[in-house]
């Protein structure tokens, strides 16, 4: 955040091994892979992360750690971050973004299906490298 705004968002899918972590590791996970991808401008600089999963407040507090977390652990103390407690209901915006629907298109019109034009455009352009071409009738709502 900066002025309390957000400047950059990441997400990546799950790998097939990730699957079976638990929920503690998942989120310590996502945020060895913000530094990670974020490490040319973090590192050597004050950083504040905000989670809303608790107990990842506590990480550093915790007497007994899996090797995988203990490792994890050891790249957080490479950085001056601080890990603060932001609630879900609180950050909107974020909420928001993992909830969105997905649409799904099982079909594309009638138009765009049988339509000449979009043959000939790409065909003009080819031809014609030095004009633009037209543009398709066709949307998908």
């Known amino acids: 955040m900066q002025r309390d705004k957000v400047i950059a968002y990441a997400s990546r899918q799950l790998k ?22 974020w490490r040319h401008y973090l ?25 995988r977390q203990r490792r994890w652990v050891e790249l957080l103390n490479d950085y001056d971050c601080v890990i603060k407690y932001h609630p879900g209901k609180a950050n ?12 799904n298109v099982t079909s594309l019109p009638d138009a765009c299906r049988n339509s000449d034009r979009n043959s000939n455009s790409y065909s003009n352009s080819v031809e014609n490298k030095n004009q633009k071409a037209k543009p398709s009738s066709c949307s998908l709502k």
Do not use: P, W
């Open 92 to 103: 909107v915006v974020a909420d928001a973004l993992s909830r969105k629907e997905r649409v």
């Open 16 to 37: 097939i091994h990730e699957k079976n972590y638990t929920m503690h590791d998942l989120e310590l996970g996502d945020v060895v892979f913000a530094l990670k991808i």
């Open 43 to 67: 590192y050597g600089t004050k950083c504040t992360i905000f989670t809303d999963h608790k107990i990842l407040h506590h990480i550093f507090d915790q007497k007994e750690l899996n090797m």
